[in-house]
């Protein structure tokens, strides 16, 4: 997940957006709306990990603007507040299938940690499902393979996936019927067997 992070392009907002955005609102770099613009002295603007990303792959040469070429300091970049106010006010869908919230993207995150269509995993360990916030509670509780469960014996706690190995494996105080068909009973770690019985 990490790695594919930092392997990810800088680019602006790819949002689902109610309306057509305005072009002098994209950036040339990414041609998407911008996210965090600068301005630079030449009247030019861009994403600033767009801008930075650019300015890394100069390496030894000096820095120009990435439309018009000319010669950059980085006196000469600045965050462009304005922008990025016109940018924010713009009406995005929520990104999880199923919900039907639409809102400034400004408020994306506020609205997406208690949307119940977000994607969200399983917090059982080892459980790889991934399902919608609304769904949680009941899977990580009643149907999800991983829960912890107590075995009906000995009240050790196990996943509900590796349960029936452990009862029949491992399982100290379950009960074995002798295979000799005596109808004796006892529990695992006090059961010997010679060919005639059980032995106690």
Known sequence: MAEAARNQLPSGYDEDFVSTVEDDLHCSICDLPFKEPLLTRC??????????????????????CPADRQALNHEDIFPDKATERKVLSLIIKCPSDGCEWTGELRYKETHLAPCPFRDVPCTNENCPVILKSKDLSEHVSVTCQWRIILCEFCSEPHPKCQMEDHVREKCKLRPLTCPYKCGALNLRDKVRVTNLCFFF
């Open 43 to 64: 009247g030019h603007r861009f994403c600033k990990e767009c801008l930075e990303d650019y300015f890394r792959r100069q390496v030894g040469e000096p820095l120009t």
